[in-house]
């Protein structure tokens, strides 16, 4: 196995000192970018680009090109474990993800397999090993999963919602059985990230978009609790290096403590909590990744480098964070901005290191 050029976003992830703060941005693969689209209509769907191994790495290497970034992620899909349950993903332009079989039964629920990853999810681990081959050790490879809760929402709303009234009704009028698919959504993601981690993952992150929906007790009943139980489950050393775990809950910030007790190594943050307070109030614990609104990329490149600035104040001196933005990057960013925005990070930080 080569050594690895540059570990600064493992380093930083272990609250290890580093010479600046690493960054990397969330959904940094995808329609912001021109040769994104251009090697997706080469593909044909999403999921033909999911599913191609040659093509996925591709578009996981072109943000790469492009900025200065210090980690990559797979190109993939949280969605790709309800697909591989048999549920049927697909996309409608404009839309956001569909199910043609969402679960709506007790029956469906108990029939739900826990897929073989290297079977019907061989898909990702091809690309995983072919990224990492392609990355040639210059930067680590993340890999990644949905959070049991999130895929949940998706699985029982069938598509995208508001309310989230189907899995809302599900949890509260029937608890049991809900813990039932997230118990075995929790086998599933473990299997799924252990084997992204043997096929060359260097670090996982895992999705929960949705937490932020439920209240406190909610939360840790039916989202926080599978997370714990996957951190539980994982490899953690590998290849000779601890494989760090992030857990990202959007709108999670009022839980910091909590997430930051569930045996990870780092808290992603989203922009509704100041850095700083979630350093004073964990850091000392797990590292931090965050937190720059993803809007503030529509705004011009000396508004951006401001921002940067006072995050990184605000995280203050020392290891232990990586700069990213509090959730993925907008369709409709210009990629200048976000040139902008690495630079930044890259010139700024290195006052805070050393
Ligand atoms: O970060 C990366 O660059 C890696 C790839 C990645 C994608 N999706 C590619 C993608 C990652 C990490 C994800 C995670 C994901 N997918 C999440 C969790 C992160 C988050 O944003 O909260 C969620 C909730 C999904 C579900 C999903 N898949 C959505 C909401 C969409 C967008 C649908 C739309 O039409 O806007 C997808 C599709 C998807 N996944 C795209 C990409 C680049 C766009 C598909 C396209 O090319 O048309």
Same mark, same amino acid.
């Given at each position: 196995m080569r050594e690895l050029k540059n570990d600064r976003y493992l380093k930083a992830l272990l609250r290890q000192p580093v010479d600046q703060t690493p960054v990397w941005m969330m959904r940094q693969a995808g329609r912001y970018l021109p040769e994104y689209k251009a090697t997706r209509a080469e593909a044909g769907s999403f999921m033909d680009l999911c599913k191609n191994a040659e093509l996925a790495c591709e578009v996981t290497l072109q943000p790469l090109r492009r900025y200065a970034l210090d980690a990559a992620i797979l190109f993939s899909d949280i969605l790709t474990i309800p697909d591989a349950m048999g549920l049927g993903l697909y996309f409608e332009t404009g839309e956001g993800p569909k199910f043609e079989r969402p679960i709506k039964s007790a029956a469906d629920i108990k029939a739900l397999p826990v897929p073989d990853p290297e079977q019907e999810l061989g898909y990702v681990m091809n690309a995983v090993r072919t990224i990492r081959s392609a990355l040639d050790g210059e930067v680590p490879l993340i890999g990644f999963s949905g959070s049991p809760w999130t895929l949940a929402t998706y699985m029982v709303e069938g598509g995208p919602t508001k309310t989230f009234s189907k899995i809302k009704k599900l949890i509260f009028s029937e608890p049991a059985l809900a813990h039932v698919m997230l118990d075995k959504l929790a086998d599933a993601v473990t299997l799924y990230l252990n084997a992204q981690i043997k096929a060359g993952a260097q670090a996982v992150q895992i999705f +929960?978009?949705? $937490? $932020?929906?439920? &209240?406190g007790p909610a939360y840790r009943e039916f989202s926080l609790k599978y997370m714990e139980k996957i951190v539980a489950g994982l490899?953690?050393?590998h290849e000779g290096r601890r494989v760090p775990v992030v857990l990202f809950t959007k709108g999670g910030g009022l839980w910091l403590e909590d997430i930051a007790a569930s045996g990870c190594d780092a808290v992603g943050l989203d922009w509704t909590i100041d850095i700083a307070d979630a350093r004073r109030r964990i850091g000392d614990k797990v590292a931090l990744q965050g937190n720059m +609104?993803? &809007?503030?990329?529509?705004?011009?490149p000396a508004v951006i480098e401001q921002e940067v600035a006072r995050i990184l104040a605000g995280f203050g001196q020392g290891p232990g964070h990586v700069f990213n933005l509090g959730h993925g990057i907008h369709p409709d960013v210009d990629p200048a901005n976000a040139g902008a925005f690495i630079d930044a990070v890259n010139r700024l930080s290195r006052s805070y290191h050393g």
């Open positions: +929960d978009t949705w $937490g $932020g929906v439920l &209240s490899i953690r050393e +609104d993803p &809007s503030m990329l529509y705004a011009p």
